[in-house]
């Protein structure tokens, strides 16, 4: 049905920068893309919030990352981007996007989140 894709992750020394992408598609018709936004699960922890950005562009962040990480989105793209900046040993986790994806199948309206597989991001310090 919906796929997200994400790319970009790696490994890093601390201090370094990582670009993550996450892009959607589908064999059915996507009618947008309501929230998009950046997660990140760490070994031994729970799934959190990392960023999320609305359709209109409006953004939320986590403490942990604000003033270092920056989210945005291209609408015609259907993507999501993630840019981390003076990437810390603690940001080591896997990074998984989440969307909520509004389609319509056999006449039907449809809104639900799907997310991606994960991308893993090592930042060495």
């Known amino acids: 049905q919906v796929q997200l894709v994400e790319s970009g992750g790696g490994l890093v020394q601390a201090g370094g920068s990582l670009r993550l992408s996450c892009a959607a598609s589908g064999s059915i018709v996507i009618v947008n893309i309501n929230d998009m936004g950046w997660y990140r699960q760490a070994p031994g922890k729970q799934r959190e919030l990392v960023a999320v950005?609305?359709?209109?562009?409006?953004?939320n962040y986590a403490d942990s990352v604000k003033g270092r990480f920056t989210i945005s989105r291209d609408n015609a793209k259907n993507t999501v981007y993630l840019q981390m900046n003076s990437l810390k040993a603690e940001d080591t986790a896997v990074y998984y996007c989440?969307?909520?994806?509004?389609?319509?199948?056999?006449?039907?309206?449809?809104?639900?989140?799907?997310w991606g597989q994960g991308t893993q991001v090592t930042v060495s310090s």
């Open positions: 989440k969307a909520n994806v509004a389609t319509v199948v056999g006449g039907l309206f449809n809104a639900r989140d799907y």
């Open positions: 950005i609305t359709r209109g562009g409006s953004t």
